[in-house]
């Protein structure tokens, strides 16, 4: 973890001003990850080198401009699992952005929800094609005499070759192009998070906290804006609705 603090937290450095936003947004899905995984140890990592104000500040400010998926969805997993810490245990600077911490979760969230909501309708009003009509114009694959090759595999055995000869990993790593055609391939990833739901981690964490420490986070809650207030109830609606469909054994979860 140290390591790939190093590395995230340089890159982050050097793009914290660049006009284009994606490398930053996959430096947040890393760092959303280590929180996820073990929110103590990643606030340690990130305190131990005096930058935690600063990475949240910048992470919360970049949620109006995150488009990927992947960026949403560990941006809402990152932030949220520092609340599955007691608020006592958190630094001082990092415990007062409670509130800022929900209400850009909450934010996102209902993005993602209304997203996933307008492509369901969108797929629900898509004329399907007529069986047969591609029959004329169907792929029969690649000609004996064609090159097969694939842009991705060339760049990865490119950079393998550089390493190869030579090169520094973590200079490798601190390279330029962690953007390039990162959004194309975004949809490509697979990992154990797939299996969260953004909506359910954001209700069962707020609801646990709330339950934890009771006059915490009625402070909180007195200082949310009242369009926080209101997604929090919206997407609670929504979570316990989807349990409630699921069935007792889910809605027993909440």
Sequence with gaps: ????NDISLAKLG????ADKPTTRHVIFQVLGS???YNPELELRELEKRGVTQQVFGQWIQEIDAMEGWLSQKMTVL????VLRLPAASLPQHLASMIPNIISAAVKLAAKMKEDAEKGQKE???AIEPEAGDDDDDAWGGFGEDEDVTNPNDEAYMSALNKLSAG??????LLGDGW???FDDLEDDFHSPIDDVEELHFLNDVLKEAYRREPEVYNQVQAALPAETVEGCRVLFAAVDAQRGQAGPA???LS
């Design 167 to 172: 090169g520094d990993v973590s200079q490798f």
């Design 1 to 4: 973890l140290p390591i790939v």
């Design 123 to 125: 797929d629900d009003a």
């Design 14 to 17: 050097q793009q914290v001003n």
């Design 78 to 81: 990152g932030l949220l699992s």
């Design 179 to 181: 953007d390039d055609d």
């Design 34 to 36: 280590a929180l996820y």
């Design 250 to 252: 889910s809605a027993a």
